[in-house]
């Protein structure tokens, strides 16, 4: 059962605080999964488009090495194109002493609001605006989730496996909003948390 109806969070949702948006982002995942296939099906193609054109350079420059090293074991690789987009864009610590997480996508999508001046992004925020009314939750804290999802989404595992089967797919895209909410949520406190106790 929702938490919260979402004739109440549409009218209200610029006011809920966080522990609210939280549980109407799990009460989606269990109640309303047709919210996340409708970001799947909707606004994912246009970020995935994006995400293609904004890191073009970079995703061809080691095509040539990623076709030879999938043509050997295309079982380990899966899909070529999200197997370049995983090897090249996943988040990783930057070296040769970890001090920091480097995450290209984030960097390049970082919230909604950042997106709405850019030409090349255009598409994907009216699609977005369009799947978050759709949903009931006409607001930018509600966009970006669906933004930090994708972005998971990207960074996936299983990312080159998604092509072989919609169910695969639609497990991706739930862990993504799972662990969206996670991050945005339950991490982002307890590092707060951490910050308090070491001052």
């Given at each position: 059962m929702l938490c919260y109806s979402l004739d109440i969070m549409k009218t209200e949702s610029d006011s809920l605080v966080m522990s609210d948006r939280e549980r109407a982002l799990r009460a989606i995942l269990t109640d309303r999964p047709d919210v996340i296939t409708d970001l799947e099906d909707t606004v994912l193609p246009k970020f995935v488009s994006?995400?293609?054109?904004?890191?073009?350079?970079?995703?061809?420059?080691?095509r040539p090495r990623y076709t030879e090293d999938c043509a050997r074991a295309p079982h380990l690789c899966g899909d070529l194109d999200n197997f370049i987009v995983l090897q090249e864009l996943r988040p990783r610590f930057d070296a040769p002493i970890p001090t920091r997480v480097i995450n290209p996508v984030r960097e390049?999508?970082?919230?909604?609001?950042?997106?709405?001046?850019?030409?090349?992004?255009?598409?994907?925020?009216e699609a977005l605006v369009s799947w978050s009314r759709r949903a009931g939750l006409d607001?930018?804290?509600?966009?970006d989730h669906g933004l930090a999802v994708m972005r998971h989404y990207i960074a996936d595992w299983d990312l080159p496996w998604v092509k072989v089967s919609p169910s695969i797919q639609r497990y991706v895209m739930q862990r993504s909003w799972l662990g969206a909410i996670i991050w945005d949520f339950s991490l982002a406190e307890y590092l707060e948390q951490l910050k308090i106790s070491t001052n």
């Open positions: 994006a995400v293609n054109l904004r890191f073009q350079e970079q995703l061809t420059k080691n390049a999508f970082p919230g909604f609001q950042d997106l709405l001046d850019d030409a090349e992004t255009k598409e994907l925020c607001a930018d804290w509600f966009r």
